[in-house]
């Protein structure tokens, strides 16, 4: 089955730097999204970037997609220590049973450090 | 959007018995999921919950384990049958519009400890 896989799987920085984590794919997605869970928490949407997109942008979060190459990655600019939480990215399948259905990543622990 | 919330929030529970748990949405939605996700884990989808039918369960769940109710479009409760430690997990309800889930609204959480 497809998964998205993050990496890294945990990154430390400084308040103030920019974070970038990666997600790869394996099959034909119609979209892909990202999303932020706090320690313990429910899922927080981030931003949704559709098979023929290439970049999207939400304030501090610049997304980008490879279709090609079956990968995107998510940029946080000028971090912050709210930042603090866990990063997946989800696919929704092109093609299959499960069409329609997320299949999410590993995810990334990105801690920043005041 | 959507504002789902959950009950209860956490519970500890004994070996061998069964918990409910309700996910409720502030406005309909067509299409609602459950997702469990064990310690220190990625979330991994158990079933859609259809409203009016039957859910539509993932490889490896079944619904002698984890029945699904969803008797209208703003609620849909999972039960946890028969507990045991390996259940031990967040359990939590997500919400989408159209047939296709695309953005998914999720609630925060049930987390269960089974003893």
């Known amino acids: 089955s497809q998964q998205g896989e993050e990496d890294p799987q945990a990154l430390s920085i400084q308040e103030g730097e920019n974070a970038t984590m990666n997600c790869s794919y394996k099959?034909?997605?119609?979209?892909l999204q990202w999303y932020r869970q706090n320690s313990g928490r429910g899922l927080v949407h981030l931003i949704l970037i559709r098979s023929n997109e290439r970049e999207k942008h939400s304030g501090r979060l610049r997304v980008t997609l490879d279709t090609s190459k079956k990968s995107s990655s998510l940029l946080i600019t000028a971090s912050r220590a709210a930042d603090t939480a866990s990063y997946f990215c989800a696919t929704d399948a092109k093609y299959g049973g499960s069409q329609g259905n997320l299949i999410f990543g590993k995810g990334t622990k990105l801690s920043v450090k005041p | 959007s959507a504002v789902i919330s959950q009950k209860p929030s956490r519970d500890i529970c004994q070996r061998g018995t069964s918990l409910t748990i309700q996910c409720q949405v502030d406005s309909q939605v067509t299409m609602m999921f459950w997702y469990r996700q064990q310690p220190g884990q990625s979330l991994t989808l158990i079933a859609t919950?259809?409203?009016?039918?039957?859910?539509?369960?993932e490889s490896g769940f079944v619904i002698d384990k984890f029945p699904i109710s969803r008797p209208n479009l703003t609620f849909s409760t999972l039960t946890v049958s028969n507990m045991s430690p390996e259940d031990s997990s967040i359990y939590l309800c997500?919400?989408?519009?159209?047939?296709?889930?695309?953005?998914?609204?999720f609630g925060p959480g049930t987390r269960l400890t089974v003893t």
């Open positions: 919950a259809n409203q009016g039918s039957e859910a539509t369960y």
């Open positions: 099959t034909s997605i119609n979209n």
């Open positions: 997500s919400a989408g519009q159209g047939v296709f889930s695309y953005e998914q609204y």
